[in-house]
């Protein structure tokens, strides 16, 4: 829990935001039901309402649990469950401890418990009461994204205020996809360097039955703006990640990109569907050009092959024949920028895998740091030179070796960004 001299301090001189941009701002009117329902009516209702992330579950008017989509459909999924539970009450998928708030609650206050209720409620909603505590209707992460975009100076404040709580729920978030890469591979490492306490890099990686999604990812900024943007991301990728979307990461990619520019209202007019931008969103004046440049990969563990998508961020490889540093070039285009068209398509590029095959990937903070007796960038060709004259080491030892070339080239320099760097041996 947030320490709450914290949240004290972090509410001094917000009383006129709070009296605008409070939950029920965030307010959507969706449709609950009741213990007496069955797990059918469920089905009929999500059925119905296809963007129906969540469903309240209310007795007397009083909400008593959550029910989520991808939780329910995984559970009827599974063999007989829907002879056993189809008429069963709701309840037996129901989330019993979901996030309830009050409409007059502050947004500030609201992102500080979202935040500390990790990513369950980010992904999954919130339930909004009136005064009586009876159920009104559900908020969702992506909503609440829209409004703390536009409160971007004050959000920035708060989450400087909780820093040191901020630096515990990034990493926190990285553990996960540390210990799926742990589980697939052998030997492999991941370095995550923020410039600041908190950064804007981030790395992600999902294991499936048939192989794993693997993503790098370098967020517009650095310090709490950029920690916060991957905290979006990471929101997003959960949803994205469901089917065969993980078998495609360029339309993965795609599927980002419209989620991003949607919640941060970096669109045309004439996409905005009825969505009121001026509320929401300071972006349609050109103040905010926020993305990410990333690499999505598909590791299919069952043919040994690796499908990648590159949005400004190269894949590195060496074959087991051979120590010549190769390249898959990624599409020029960031995902979620403002010049970033809403129907852009990112190309898959299909590398097979042999026993002992390198793979390396990395945001720009090695790659554009400025050091050396010359003061130049680091780039690509020293990069490449250090894997070639190191990849056969085990990739521990050579994670060490890249960070000790960096920081020496770096030497007095200031630090210009970030710095996220991943490598694994097939």
Known sequence: MLDQSLLNQSRAGLSE???????????????????QQTNLDVTKLLNEHSDLISVAVVENDKPIGLITRN?????????????????????????????????????QTLSFKVLGSGRKTLNDGFI?????????????????????????????????????YASIIQ????????????????????????RDKVGGDYYFCKKFDDG??????????????GAFMTLIMASFLDHVL?????????????????????????????????FDIDRFSSAQNGQSDDGMDTAFCWVNTQNNTLTYAGAKTPLFYIGNASSEVQLLEPDRKGVGY???????????????????????????GIIDQIGGLKKIAFGKKRFSTLLQENYLKPMPEQESIFMQAYYDYQGKQKRRDDVCLMGFRF
């Not at 159920?135 to 609440?144: A, C, F, I, P, V």
């Not at 990493?171 to 923020?194: G, I």
């Not at 794993?212 to 703006?225: E, S, W």
């Open 71 to 107: 939780v329910f459909m995984e559970g009827l999924a599974k063999p007989f469950h829907h002879d056993l539970f189809d008429r069963k009450s709701c309840i037996a998928f129901m989330d019993k401890d979901p996030l309830v708030v009050d409409q007059n609650m502050s947004i």
């Open 171 to 194: 990493k926190s978030f990285l553990r996960s996809s540390r210990e799926d890469m742990s589980a697939e591979l052998q030997d492999y490492f991941m370095h995550w360097e923020p």
């Open 242 to 274: 469901v089917e065969d979307n993980r078998h495609d990461p360029a339309g993965a990619l795609a599927i980002m990109n419209k989620k991003v520019k949607m919640a941060l209202g970096q669109i045309n007019e004439s996409a905005t569907d009825g």
């Open 17 to 35: 935001i709070e009296a605008e941009y409070i939950a029920s701002s965030l307010l959507r009117i969706c449709p609950p039901v009741s213990p």
């Open 128 to 164: 909004i009461t009136d005064e009586n505590g009876d159920y009104l209707g559900l908020g969702n992460g992506e909503d609440l994204v829209r409004v703390v975009s536009f409160l971007q100076a004050e959000k920035n404040r708060l989450v400087t205020e909780s820093i040191n």
């Open 212 to 225: 794993f999604f693997l993503a790098l990812i370098d967020c517009t900024g650095h310090g709490v703006p």
């Open 338 to 364: 403002i010049d970033t068209p809403m129907d852009y398509e990112w190309t898959n590029q299909q590398l097979p895998l042999t026993k002992g095959m390198c793979i390396y990937l990395t945001t720009d």
